[in-house]
């Protein structure tokens, strides 16, 4: 079995104060499962976190039942239980990002929905399994606005996230590997990857040797302590001071 390192920490909410950290990990017998709830600004409809949470432990129960099957399907079908259960309707729910690592004897197989990557160490270097769409809609300008992003929201010119509409599955970016090729993975939210994306703190490979050396958590504080130098934005302008935080580490080999 491999080893697993999970680190959390709660954020603040866009008007500064502590709230519940809307990042859900969830561990099963040969699985990681990690969501980012997405901060939800309209007020007939329940919170990212909420959302999360329910999908995290319904994919959980699904890669717990069924640990071989296709992790699309699964997504698909934890979307649309979800959605069923709570009359979630779609493009007008709340929503969450998904990464899922699942492992057999032989292969490790990734999932990636909207952006919270994996990024997987060992013979073929550092890989990293990232969904840009997001990224690529802010550097052209057309996610300025919440009403640019809730149009934007699964869409095919726009981006795929998880909320109530199960066919988002299907546009989930993938990944698979020979098991004996892979060291280790890393599986994070965005409150994570900003110190490797935004910040250039530091790149994945010394993220991991952190990891390593101090813990999970040891990631975590690095890009916290990084924030509280810059509380006001002015370096990095962002809409939060610090957003909710997680990270797995799964070590297949002895480090």
């Given at each position: 079995?491999?080893?697993i390192d999970i680190a959390e920490q709660a954020g603040v909410g866009v008007d500064g104060q502590p709230r519940p950290t809307e990042d859900?990990?969830?561990?099963?017998?040969?699985?990681?499962?990690?969501?980012?709830?997405?901060?939800?600004?309209?007020?007939?409809?329940?919170?990212?976190?909420?959302?999360?949470?329910?999908?995290?432990?319904?994919?959980?129960?699904?890669?717990?039942?069924?640990?071989?099957?296709?992790?699309?399907?699964?997504?698909?079908?934890?979307?649309?239980?979800?959605?069923?259960?709570?009359?979630?309707?779609?493009?007008?729910?709340?929503?969450?990002?998904?990464?899922?690592?699942?492992?057999?004897?032989?292969?490790?197989?990734?999932?990636?929905?909207?952006?919270?990557?994996?990024?997987?160490?060992?013979?073929?270097?550092?890989?990293?399994?990232?969904?840009?769409?997001?990224?690529?809609?802010?550097?052209?300008?057309?996610?300025?606005?919440?009403?640019?992003?809730?149009?934007?929201?699964?869409?095919?010119?726009g981006f795929w996230v998880a909320e109530a509409d199960p066919t988002a599955a299907e546009h989930a970016l993938r990944a698979d590997w020979?098991?004996?090729?892979?060291?280790?993975?890393?599986?994070?939210?965005?409150?994570?990857?900003?110190?490797?994306?935004?910040?250039?703190?530091?790149?994945?490979?010394?993220?991991?040797?952190?990891?390593?050396?101090?813990?999970?958590?040891?990631?975590?504080?690095?890009v916290r302590d990084a924030e509280q130098a810059d509380a006001d934005g002015t370096r990095w302008p962002r809409p939060k001071r610090h957003?909710?935080?997680?990270?797995?580490?799964?070590?297949?080999?002895?480090?």
């Open positions: 079995m491999p080893q859900f990990v969830v561990a099963t017998g040969n699985a990681v499962v990690l969501l980012d709830g997405a901060t939800e600004f309209r007020e007939d409809l329940p919170s990212g976190g909420w959302y999360a949470g329910r999908l995290a432990a319904r994919l959980g129960e699904g890669l717990t039942d069924a640990p071989d099957a296709d992790l699309g399907v699964l997504l698909a079908g934890a979307i649309a239980d979800v959605a069923a259960e709570h009359d979630l309707q779609p493009r007008h729910s709340p929503s969450s990002t998904v990464a899922i690592l699942r492992w057999t004897e032989e292969r490790v197989h990734a999932l990636v929905l909207a952006d919270s990557p994996v990024v997987a160490f060992g013979r073929r270097g550092t890989v990293v399994l990232a969904d840009q769409r997001i990224t690529r809609l802010r550097e052209r300008g057309l996610l300025r606005t919440r009403a640019d992003v809730n149009r934007m929201r699964n869409t095919e010119n020979p098991r004996r090729e892979i060291d280790t993975v890393l599986l994070a939210t965005d409150g994570v990857s900003v110190g490797i994306d935004d910040y250039a703190l530091f790149d994945w490979p010394h993220a991991l040797e952190l990891a390593r050396e101090h813990g999970a958590k040891a990631v975590l504080d690095a957003d909710d935080q997680a990270l797995a580490v799964i070590q297949f080999t002895p480090a």
